[in-house]
């Protein structure tokens, strides 16, 4: 027993060990618009300046990247794309943990099956991508493999949890919450263990509510006008508008139905490239053994949730709410694997199956590595670098999208360059509380009464006649080019 015990450890150690290396090998040297990551400008100088990012205001990220952003390896964009790897190993190492909590560490074979799901998970292409830069997704899939590793969807039968077991459910689920509201899809799993028995259940909910009172620290973080503090939250209405996602609301349930139907075919491919077309097949071995569980309802409940929002939510990233939902196929993936090795007699089958399941996780892993390896990225900083330093003293450069907005930010704000120069994006000048946080940046041009988009570049220099006024346009359909104009 306790040779198994030690096993059972030694597995999620490794399986989070490699995950880590392979992430810190191919991890962005700094900041990074690849794998979707134009918002990390905005959550890395959030974090660094205790501010608050764009909604929901991502208290949790923003905490555990400040402390991730003062570690002495790095800048700080590249200490936070640490946190990425760092979460996305750690998620990996829980999944391959869950399974063995929920195969009772029967075997050997059980073991191989729970480091290759775990494995799978980590050099999937979604995770693999959101390790390597900074993004709230890693965070949130180690968020989604915690709770069930707690919960143990892939269990034969519901744990009875205890009373530790359910206060740290609720802490997590609370945290979580924090990060993404999309986490919220894993009610249908969270609620039910936390009811379940009379025993715990004030504690359960009542960590919970401790894990949600890090969106208490908004209106702190906002009060001290930070220079990064959207929403300038100094009300109820302000705090809700920020933290249920105003801007962005109407994203949600909002993509035409022929982009969803779209993105519903496109699923099955997403699934196979997650984990291989055998890969695929233990999956489904897995769901099927555990079709009379009772946790197997619920689980697929969250699985649908998750489907409906990443298909419907009206954003061409969307498909990257679906890492919570790869991180309940590999958990499933692992146990298809051990069934098949527990049907298997001979040891000449059980060597192919072992064969197949290292060349699953190889064929990820080097097919994967051209296609994540962002060691030599430096397209952002090389906007940067063309952009800022050769602006006119004192000028006012004006913006029209998330990736150069961002990226500004991040370099005059955290690295202080050109403190002389004001960024002003156009799209966020009409909002009320958007004067303020710009008054903190520092040399905050005098705005217009008509802000609107349409026009703005003209009425900034009407309004600011003694300061250069400079236009960043960005080329159709394609926000990572600029074109530089100053007048």
């Known amino acids: 027993m306790t040779a198994r015990w030690l096993a059972a450890g030694v597995i999620p150690i490794l399986v989070g060990g490699l995950a880590f290396a392979v992430y810190r090998l191919t991890l962005a040297p700094g900041l990074t618009w690849s794998h979707a990551g134009a918002d990390g400008g905005d959550l890395i100088t959030a974090a660094v300046v205790w501010g608050v990012p764009h909604p929901p205001g991502y208290p949790t990220y923003t905490l555990l990247g400040h402390l991730f952003a003062a570690l002495p390896f790095g800048s700080p964009a590249f200490n936070l794309n640490l946190m990425s790897a760092t979460c996305s190993a750690l998620a990996a190492a829980l999944v391959a943990g869950g399974i063995l909590r929920s195969m009772s560490w029967q075997s050997r074979e059980t073991r191989y099956a729970a480091a290759v799901a775990g494995l799978t998970l980590a050099f999937g292409p979604m995770p693999w991508g959101q390790a390597t830069i900074a993004e709230v997704h890693a965070l949130n899939a ?157 689980a697929s409940i969250v699985a649908l ?43 000449v089958w059980r060597a192919a199956v072992t064969a197949t399941a290292g060349w699953v996780v190889i064929a990820l892993l080097v097919g994967g590595w051209r296609d994540h390896d962002l060691s030599q990225d430096r397209q952002a900083a090389a906007f940067a670098e063309s952009a800022l330093p050769g602006l006119p003293r004192s000028a006012i450069l004006v913006t029209h999208a998330d990736a150069h907005t961002f990226t500004l930010w991040y370099y005059r704000l955290v690295r202080g360059w050109r403190t002389d120069v004001s960024i002003v994006d156009a799209r966020l000048a009409g909002y009320v509380w958007y004067e303020p946080m710009l008054s903190a940046q520092g040399a905050a041009p005098l705005l217009p009464a008509d802000r609107n988009e349409d026009g703005l570049v003209d009425r900034l220099a009407a309004a600011n006649p003694a300061r250069p006024v400079c236009d960043l346009i960005s080329p159709p359909q394609d926000d990572h080019l600029s074109i530089l104009r100053c007048d």
């Open 305 to 347: 949730l998750t489907v409906v929002f990443a298909t419907t939510y009206n954003t061409s990233d969307s498909d990257l709410y679906l890492i919570p939902l790869w991180v309940l196929s590999a958990g499933y993936l692992g146990i298809g694997l051990a069934e098949v090795f527990a049907k298997l007699a001979g040891r």
């Open 142 to 298: 180690l968020f989604a493999a915690t709770i069930c590793f707690i919960v143990s969807p892939w269990s034969a039968a519901s744990p009875d949890l205890d009373l530790s077991a359910k206060a740290a459910l609720g802490v997590v689920w609370g945290l979580g919450l924090g990060n993404s509201l999309t986490i919220a899809a894993f009610a249908p799993l969270v609620l039910p263990a936390l009811w379940s028995g009379a025993r715990g259940r004030a504690a359960g909910f009542g960590a919970l509510g401790t894990g949600l009172c890090v969106y208490a620290l908004i209106p702190i973080q906002s009060s001290a006008r930070p220079v990064i503090n959207w929403g300038d939250v100094q009300s109820l209405e302000s705090f809700i508008w920020l933290v249920s996602g105003g801007l962005y609301r109407g994203y949600a349930l909002a993509a035409p139905i022929e982009l969803v139907l779209q993105r519903l075919l496109t699923l099955p491919r997403l699934w196979l490239e997650q984990a291989g077309w055998i890969g695929g097949i233990w999956i489904a071995y897995g769901i099927a053994a555990r079709k009379r569980a009772k946790q197997l309802t619920p």
